[in-house]
Nanobody, 125 residues
């Protein structure tokens, strides 16, 4: 049984920070690809960041580049998304996703086997 559980979302003012967590059970995050997606109301789900366990490489969409950081704690089998300098346009439900093995299309939803339930992030003054 595989389960991904996100947490850490909430309401924050513009310019503030949040750290999202994705705890995994039933599958190790030591290998494969891990990603964060987000979906705002009325918009398609979009890739935010990806992490390749094989070589430690990361990818960031332009929307979060320089503000977001993806990381992993092997001991806790947990992946994080640190979000700084948050903007109202960052408001969305954030999902973590994972797949076994590598992928060249890490921001494509279809590449991922496992998904969390999502956590709401609201950036508003």
């Amino acid at each position: 049984q595989v389960q991904l559980v996100e947490s850490g979302g909430g309401l924050v003012q513009p310019g503030g920070s949040l750290r999202l967590s994705c705890a995994a059970s039933g599958v190790t995050l030591n290998y494969g690809t891990i990603a964060w997606f987000r979906q705002a109301p009325g918009k398609e789900r979009e890739g935010v960041s990806c992490f390749s366990s094989s070589d430690g490489s990361t990818y960031y969409a332009d929307s979060g580049k320089g503000r977001f950081t993806i990381s992993r704690d092997n001991a806790k089998n947990t992946v994080y998304l640190q979000m700084n300098s948050l903007k109202p346009e960052d408001t969305a439900v954030y999902y973590c996703a994972a797949r076994r093995g590598r992928t060249y299309y890490c921001t494509s939803e279809s590449q991922y086997e496992y998904w969390g339930q999502g956590t709401q992030v609201t950036v508003s003054s």
